[in-house]
């Protein structure tokens, strides 16, 4: 059933580091990063809601910046390093201050948001920002669970309490 | 794989008898009747070449179209196609109301007039969408899928699957969100048990979002044509109401037509209104099935009845809220019957209405000095009352489940319990609440305590998660499970205490004789391990075992209506008052919503973050439902005129406001703890209440909105009618 096997069949190689280990693989140039992580590495925390872009839902870090892998190929992420929800806590588990805050605050409820949600604070959230700054920063990010109230009090927390 | 291919797999039973059967099968033969509906499967190893599959395919389609029918207009005209020519007209529900002494007192009233108010489509879109992983060993299906009704999934797939109920597995873990939209067992379930069984290996489909959009439950969709009566002091005398609900092709199991005959049935909600007649028709069309989502029909009718006493209150020259008050239930009037039979048990409805009055007052003040400056920004209040059915028979909706549900409770020999429950998670914070009321029950720590859910083959059969029940049902039989251990394990330790079991008491995770504090304890572990395990330190005669089984149903709820077709279809009713505060712009038509606030009775609270969060999300719902989502199809080809979240516009953090809840406690008398429901109650109150703050903002303009959602078009183009009018 396949039209152009050449094109489907092509992969190239890619190296790249992810939450602090090294990855090699040889992918086929179409495929999304988010699906690379998910069913590649078996990331699955990294999560899908619309594979477009609005959402943000499939946030990740790409060399410290918040950005949607659901918009990236895996091949441009080749020499890349990328932080995926799994990398946030510490190795033995102790969650992140991002992470308790969440948990302190109930914000969520279904939790298909969250790992978007806490990439986008963690690469972008500024000391002292103010919730309208707060509310504007994460209006790329939908939840339909919480009605975000709870969300936005964790990040005025971290704005205001977190370490730079 | 075609519909030739699924011959053998059963087609979707048709239980609901007022409704006219569409015999929905797994795969669409020769008529196909909206975008969504699948056709064809195809497997393959990964997605990708499963996409470039369907690609192919499509392309080999041979399809001739017929004249679509979408909009109700078209569906019940004379010369309009039948989606189901064997029906003779395009109606699955057509119910006449027939009250001869309301139409006397509208007769009687000195004014009337006439409206139809629309509620527009909507889907419930859980951020997850809906998947299925499915696995066909030794004889035995197990299914992972992301659905709100585990058992009810199982016995649908064992039945069209032509399986052994006990040979299907369904396991529903951490669903992302359900809102309605998951409590229907979908074809693709089937279709990819069905692969996975074929195949004899697993198969997995997750659906996308541009998939979600058209395959997935749509919602709301109803028009209500009105007939009101009223005098000059503004009292409602009374009102006929003709609910029309779209609910699409139909094809969805459970039928999408339940929701439509709650409007009119919890309309009336906080008001002492007895003279309404209500008629109720579904009408088919060539758009996406309609079924469950968050209000379940109550927003819809919540804001028609709202709309009509702002009209009333216009007209006769009073404030809204004069025209509420006198009609508001006391609590002296508990229980209520309203019209259609359900019976209101308890509430705090004045209580909270005179407080959401004080809220949105001070708001209004704060509001109005933040736009002072501002000649081109008009800042208004709205209110609006309801109530929210909780824990309602599955009957009307299903036609053959109904309102039970059950708990298991074993006893682990170190003192632990498992704790496996019917009802399930999905997001709502299920599994906390029942940690904590079984923790309680138990006298045992949380940590103690293991909860199942979501497991057919670890938890009992219940009916899932739906209808702002789960508290109510999971409290109903864990409590009564609990019951039986702990007598048995007051037994055992009094055996060990050498006192009565009738003495012995249970505090802090032991268990003592009653007045002798700082006396031997004997632990839950102790009690534990002799009940399981070294049962030779039990009582002569007691047998081993620790556990329990029990279910609940409310006793006094009704699955059919009376010969008058009134039914008292929910067992409890929560309460609430909104008020929103906005301010609109007249030269953009932006509407921002300044201040919310929700002052809400869910009777006892069990945890109150879950509540908060119940509360909060659902207002953020309800929101969306005013001012943002739609769904659009085109008149002429039926085309959907929505493929993503550019055109399905689901509010951010930049739209929803703060909202400031506060809450009363009344207890429903008949529940188990007095607790009601708060699943879906914040979605049914902002439809109405921005509304209202919105046409208070433009009085100038005489506004009188009519329809949702309210957006700047509606503002804008409602500015330009009254000056064409000037
Ligand atoms: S999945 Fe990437 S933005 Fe929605
Ligand atoms: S918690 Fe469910 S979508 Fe955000």
Redesign the interface.
Known sequence: MTSDTTAENRRVPIRLRVNGSTESAAVPPRLLLSDFLREGLGLTGTHVGCEHGVCGACTVLIDGTAARSCLTLAVQADEADITTIEGLAEPDGTLSTVQQAFADHFSLQCGFCTAGFLMSIAGELEQGMTEPEIRELLSGNLCRCTGYQSIVEAAVELAGTREA | MTADDVDDVGTYPDYIVINKPVNQRPLRGDVVRYVGAPIAA?AAT????AE??VE??AATLEIDELSPVMTVEQATSDEAPLLYPEWGDNKVVDLVGDRPEVRAALDAAPHRFTETYVVQRQTP?????RGVVAEYRDGRLSVWVSHQSPHIARTTYAMLLGLREADVRVVCP????G?GGKTHVYSEEIVVAHLAMKLGRPVRWIE??AEHLVASVHARDQRHVVDVGYDDEGHIHAMRCHVICDVGSGEVFMAGTCPSLVSGGVMTGSYDFPNLEVSTTCVVTNKTPAGAYRGFGAPEGVFVMERVIERVARLVGKDPNDVRAPMILQQSQMPYTMPGGGRIDSGSHQQTFERVIELGTEALQRVQARFEDDPKVRVGVGYTNYVEPCVPTYFATTGHWAGYDAATIRIEPDGGATVAVGVAE????MVVTTRMLAADALGMNLDDVAVVMGDTDRAPYGLGAWGSRGAVVMAGSVVKAAEVVLDKARVIAAHKLEAAAADVVLEDGAFTVRGSPGGTAVTWAEVATAGVIRTIELPKGLEGGLDAAATYEPYALEHFPDESGRIHAAATWSNAAHAAVVAVDLRSGHISIEEYFVVHDCGTIIHP??V??QI??????GIAGAMYENLPYDPETGQPQFA???EYL?P???E?P??QTEHFESPAPEMPLGIKGVGEA?TIGPPAAITNAVCFALADYHLDITETPVTPMTIRAAIRGSKDRT
């Open positions: 195809v990964d997605r990708y070449a470039d599959a192919a395919l879109l859980p951020m997850e969408t951490r669903v992302g969100g809102f996308d979002r999905i997001g709502q914070g973050n879950v908060e969060g909060v999300g659902g207002v953020a719902q993503s979240f550019m689901v951010t953090m930049s929803i703060p909202v914040g």
